[in-house]
């Protein structure tokens, strides 16, 4: 699995390249360690504004570089450790501020895996059973008759049931990310 990069994370990289390596270390620390705070709130205002001048970034800078520092260590729990040069590489992290990133990791990341493993996850409802049919629309249109709709009847532990009507391409779609989060939990564990 890799990370996957966006406009957004390509702007953050950005920014983090810019940065002193010894610099972005000490960042990094408290990110990660601000990450399993029960708050989650890594700076103070003061802290921001300190920040800003330290590193010259205006503060919309900065709260993207803080945003996308959480998310990298996120996506780090998610991936192997072997893996983590190889992942920021491909999104085009420097050498340098990689190198930042591994020292933290490897302080840390232990750490922060077993916060992750540990924090309570607040479900509203699961799930507990579903079916499912196909559609077939019928009609003298034959364009409609060729677009099967698959329909999913999920019934949840509140007792409600829902109703979900999906393409094929919906299907696919749905079936991708469902795979991605299997992926995601099988390397939590």
């Not at 999104?91 to 990689?98: R, Y």
């Not at 020292?103 to 479900?123: C, I, P, Q, Y």
Request: net charge negative; charged share 20%; aromatic share 6%.
């Amino acid at each position: 699995m890799a990370i996957r990069l966006t406009n957004k994370l390509r702007e953050a990289i950005n920014i983090i390249n810019s940065l002193d390596s010894s610099k972005l270390e000490l960042f990094l620390e408290r990110v990660l360690t601000g990450l399993q705070s029960p708050k989650r709130q890594i700076f103070s205002a003061k802290e921001l504004s300190q920040l800003e001048n330290i590193l010259s970034l205006s503060p919309s800078s900065l709260q993207i570089l803080i945003q996308a520092s959480g998310f990298l260590f996120e996506q780090f729990a998610q991936l192997k450790l072997s893996n983590l040069a190889e992942n920021l590489e491909a999104i085009e992290v420097g050498e340098e501020q990689i190198e930042s990133f591994q020292n933290v990791w490897s302080e840390g990341g232990t750490e922060f895996l077993m916060h992750l493993k540990d924090r309570a996850v607040s479900v509203p409802c699961l799930l507990e059973s579903f079916d499912w049919r196909l559609q077939l629309p019928l009609g003298s249109n034959y364009e409609m008759a060729c677009q099967p709709e698959a329909e999913l009847k999920l019934k949840l532990s509140n007792e409600t049931v829902k109703s979900i009507s999906l393409t094929k391409e919906q299907i696919l779609e749905l079936f991708m990310n469902i795979e991605i989060i299997q992926n995601q939990v099988d390397s939590l564990t």
